[in-house]
């Protein structure tokens, strides 16, 4: 058996298992990080987040492009152990680790570049936490319809990449929002190669209010099942809801999810618009688990 020092932190209720492993010495299966996610057998969370540096894990040296600055790679995996491209909540919990161990720094007015699957993001302290730029985001041009449970007939669905794929469903009222039911993952058609996540979204009333947008949100996300929040999922839901307003909407949104409130900004950047995602990033715990030595799982 192997001890695995481990910490517990969460962004707006979406919740990590986080793990330094700064030398790549201890990739974790994904058996392993189903075990360890799990919310009964496990410590329980909804996805697991290791800190490796990008000069000592294959896939974080290419994320890196050659980019000595960029000194951590962020592997993130879902809560069944499967691969995702990024996450918006993970990468501030993230920020906060790598800080809290003294594996980085962040200083006011400075920024930190962090590797992940879905590209280098760069993230720097607000007044709220943290702000991640998430870069260039993209509408994608496929009619997707999504069959909810507890829904009556199925919505239409605008599928937005910012990195991670998402469907986003505008709902005409509150009432669908909150029964609808997301134990189980919404149906899409078509099925998304990568599969994506699903964003159930009603606007405020207003839904501008001293030139910001706002509007509730719930998600399913694929791997993970339904969660209190996610960040990447935010930022498409907040980019679908700017769509659907038409051109005078703003480019500044709240976006309020059963674990709090999290910030999207859009903003034009040399390669085309950006979106930006700020929120709260806390550690909960530390301790230490006990898992089977790495030579007796596959690490992929």
Same mark, same amino acid.
Request: glycine residues 10%; aromatic residues 2%; proline residues 10%.
């Given at each position: 058996m192997t001890e695995l020092r481990f910490t517990k932190g969460h962004g707006t209720g979406n919740d990590?298992?986080?793990?330094?492993?700064?030398?790549?010495?201890?990739?974790?299966?994904?058996?392993?990080?189903?075990?360890?996610?799990?919310?009964?057998?496990?410590?329980?969370?909804?996805?697991?987040?290791?800190a490796v540096r990008t000069d000592a894990d294959p896939e974080g040296q290419a994320r890196a492009d050659g980019d000595d600055q960029v000194v951590w790679f962020m592997d993130y995996r879902n809560a069944d152990g499967s691969v995702a491209e990024m996450c918006g909540n993970g990468i501030r919990v993230f920020t906060a680790f790598l800080l809290a161990e003294g594996l980085a720094e962040l200083p006011p007015g400075g920024s930190l570049p962090i590797a992940t699957r879905g590209g280098v993001v760069v993230v720097q302290r607000v007044a709220a936490g943290f702000a991640a730029d998430l870069g260039r985001w993209s509408l994608e041009p496929v009619e997707t319809t999504v069959r909810v449970r507890a829904l009556?007939?199925?919505?239409?669905?605008?599928?937005?990449?910012?990195?991670?794929? @998402?469907?986003?469903?505008?709902?005409?009222?509150?009432?669908?929002?909150?029964?609808?039911?997301?134990?189980?993952?919404?149906?899409?058609?078509?099925?998304?190669?990568?599969?994506?996540?699903?964003?159930?979204? @009603?606007?405020?009333?207003?839904?501008?209010?001293?030139?910001?947008?706002?509007?509730?949100?719930?998600? @399913?996300?694929?791997?993970?099942?339904?969660?209190?929040?996610?960040?990447?999922?935010?930022?498409?839901?907040?980019?679908?809801?700017?769509?659907?307003?038409?051109?005078?909407?703003?480019s500044e949104w709240r976006v309020t999810v059963p674990g709090g409130e999290l910030g999207v900004r859009m903003f034009p950047a040399e390669d085309g618009e950006h979106v930006a995602l700020s929120g709260p990033a806390e550690l909960v715990y530390s301790g230490v688990v006990a898992l089977p030595d790495a030579s007796t799982a596959s690490t992929r």
């Open positions: 990590f298992v986080l793990v330094a492993d700064p030398d790549g010495r201890r990739p974790l299966a994904p058996s392993e990080v189903a075990r360890l996610c799990d919310r009964r057998f496990g410590i329980g969370a909804d996805g697991l987040l290791r009556e007939v199925a919505r239409p669905g605008l599928s937005i990449t910012v990195p991670n794929p @998402h469907v986003v469903v505008a709902l005409a009222t509150a009432a669908e929002l909150d029964g609808a039911d997301l134990s189980a993952a919404p149906e899409l058609d078509p099925v998304p190669a990568a599969g994506a996540n699903v964003e159930l979204v @009603h606007p405020a009333d207003p839904l501008v209010a001293d030139g910001v947008g706002r509007i509730r949100m719930r998600v @399913h996300e694929r791997g993970s099942g339904e969660t209190l929040s996610c960040g990447t999922g935010a930022a498409a839901a907040a980019l679908a809801a700017r769509f659907w307003a038409g051109p005078s909407a703003p």
